[in-house]
């Protein structure tokens, strides 16, 4: 299994950023997925997550401004950021759970670096 | 303010065990998994549901539960152990991932 996220990059406060995650040897839309991200020197920190059925669920420092979706024809997952803020900088990961329940997070990516500063 | 404690940091001597310790009362009820990560490197799963180890994970990592409280166990630790730990449940409550603070275990 493969997970390839991309999409980070330096973006100014306010602004919108979309993260991709291609999947390998997985299948998304058979898999609860979750987006977890790390600001410099920090923890671990849950973003969001995305049920096999559609159901989603944001940490309450996101909900609002970003909004998980799947591309079921490219096995992609993506996270839409909009009105970025300077401490939603960090790296982030696409994940995916061991079973069809929101438990362990077995599969994770390299992370992809979204940094927000003027 | 995290609801899953874990000490910031310890160290441990090779070939000692090292006990890593997660607090809070949601672990009485749920589930709990571990990651293990390296410097510069991205999280692995180390052990889930309280004490499944993953394809790949040293029998020398063990876990446990116990009321509140969650303990990821390595023994006759080497140095390729140092890393960051972290302890994670999910919340149904609140359906939210939590993450424990971390611990960052030194080999000496």
């Known amino acids: 299994v493969q997970l390839v996220e991309t999409g980070g990059g330096l973006v100014q406060p306010g602004g919108s950023l979309r993260l991709s995650c291609a999947a390998s040897?997985?299948?998304?839309?058979?898999?609860?997925m979750a987006w977890v991200r790390q600001a410099p020197g920090r923890g671990l920190d849950w973003v969001s997550l995305i049920y096999t059925g559609g159901t989603t669920y944001y940490a309450d420092s996101v909900k609002g401004r970003f909004t998980i979706t799947r591309d079921d024809s490219k096995n992609v997952l993506h996270l839409q950021m909009h009105d970025l803020r300077v401490d939603d900088t960090a790296v982030y990961y696409c994940?995916?759970?061991?079973?069809?329940?929101?438990?362990?997070?077995?599969?994770w990516g390299q992370g992809t670096l979204v940094t927000v500063s003027t | 303010s995290n609801v899953l404690t874990q000490p910031p940091s310890m160290s441990v001597a090779p070939g000692k065990t090292a006990s890593i310790t997660c607090g809070g009362d949601?672990?009485?009820?749920?589930?709990v998994h571990w990651y293990q990560q390296k410097s510069g490197q991205a999280p692995v799963m180390v052990m889930y549901?309280?004490?499944d180890r993953p394809r790949g994970i040293p029998e020398r990592f063990s876990g446990s539960k116990s009321g509140t409280t969650a303990t990821l166990t390595i023994s006759r630790v080497e140095g390729g152990d140092e890393a960051d730990y972290y302890c994670?449940?999910?919340?149904?409550?609140?359906?939210?991932?939590?993450f424990g603070g971390g611990t960052k275990l030194t080999v000496l």
């Open positions: 549901y309280n004490n």
């Open positions: 040897d997985l299948t998304v839309n058979n898999n609860f």
């Open positions: 994670q449940i999910w919340d149904e409550d609140t359906a939210h991932v939590l």
């Open positions: 994940a995916s759970f061991i079973t069809n329940s929101p438990d362990g997070l077995d599969y």
């Open positions: 949601k672990i009485e009820f749920n589930p």
